[in-house]
């Protein structure tokens, strides 16, 4: 079997589309443009890189983009001082604080002084209390990429085998939760699980969310399996230079599996389009409009 690559790159461009779309409606019929906040502290390239790449997005879509870039030595206080001022906004309907922060910052103090409704990112503690118990809540972008792409790759996922490896608090904790509200029959696999090999091949889906380069080998998967690859790792290429995979053997996998999502080009760009959908949803709920059908659980 040679399965189906779940193409995340134009699934993101579609979900995009649709933000606008929706966007463009409610700037004609309200005069409401949502707006993204994204606060930078520091200079991390890789951060830089996403924080740019997060705006541009947004403006494409046809919201407002605001960058915050505060130095690597900014003071806790100054930090949630900005936090206060973007949650008292109200032209801005999400926030997003790249992590990591500078190790002086306390990130679950700062995380949770963003105001609920706001926080695109879905790490406040109410949001994840609220997608704990199957309330309506911000739903963290990357698990929320990974359930738009399973949803419409399957449909149903009712009594589904899931086998999450990773227990994150971004990613393998709230997808989790996200397949257990579908109705999957879910594990989560982690460093100190025996076995892990023999867990993962009883598994209709599997979700990789490991951080470490082609760990999941096809001999895991269970034949016609959808596999979801998290994982994005920078290694060595054999003469020289370095390039982008996943924690899934893609090759071995893809011989194996029904549906395998790519690195690049899956999980990723989905995950920029879901903090756009966030936003985009903060935004018609601030203003009590309806939410966009498909764009969030
Ligand atoms: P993390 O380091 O916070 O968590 C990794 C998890 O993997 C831990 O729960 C750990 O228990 C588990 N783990 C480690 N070694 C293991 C092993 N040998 N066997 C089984 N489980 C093991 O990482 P994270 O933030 O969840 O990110 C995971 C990966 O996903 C990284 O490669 C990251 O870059 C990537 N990521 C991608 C996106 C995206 O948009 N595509 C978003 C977030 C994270």
Partial sequence: MTATVIDGKAFAAKVRGQVATHVARIKAD??????????LVGEDPASQVYVRSKGKLTVEVGMNSYEHKLDAETSQADLLALIAQLNA???????LVQLPLPKHLNEDL???AIDPAKDV????????????????SMVPCTPLGCLMMLRTHHGSLSGMEAVVIG????VGKPMAQLLLGDSCTVTVAHSRTRDLADIVRRADIV?????????????????????????????????????????????SCAQVAGAITPVP???????????????????????GLDEPQGLTV
């Avoid at 309200?30 to 606060?39: E, F, K, N, S």
């Avoid at 906004?89 to 926030?95: K, L, T, W």
């Avoid at 895991?220 to 370095?242: H, L, M, S, Y």
């Avoid at 999980?267 to 949803?281: E, K, S």
């Fill in 30 to 39: 309200h005069g409401i443009t949502p707006g993204l906040a994204v606060v």
């Fill in 89 to 95: 906004d109200p032209d801005v309907h999400g926030i």
């Fill in 110 to 112: 700062v995380i949770n």
């Fill in 121 to 136: 990112d879905g790490f406040h503690i109410s949001n994840v209390g609220l997608l704990g118990t199957g309330q309506k």
């Fill in 167 to 170: 227990r994150s608090n971004i």
């Fill in 207 to 251: 979700v990789a969310a490991v951080g470490r380069p082609q760990m999941v080998s096809g001999d895991w998967i269970k034949p016609g399996a959808t596999v979801i690859d998290v994982g994005i790792n920078r290694i060595d290429k054999p003469d020289g230079g370095t390039r982008l995979v996943g924690d899934v053997d893609y090759d």
């Fill in 265 to 287: 080009g899956g999980v990723g760009p989905m995950t920029i389009a879901c903090l756009l959908a966030n936003t985009l949803t903060a935004c018609c709920r601030s203003a």
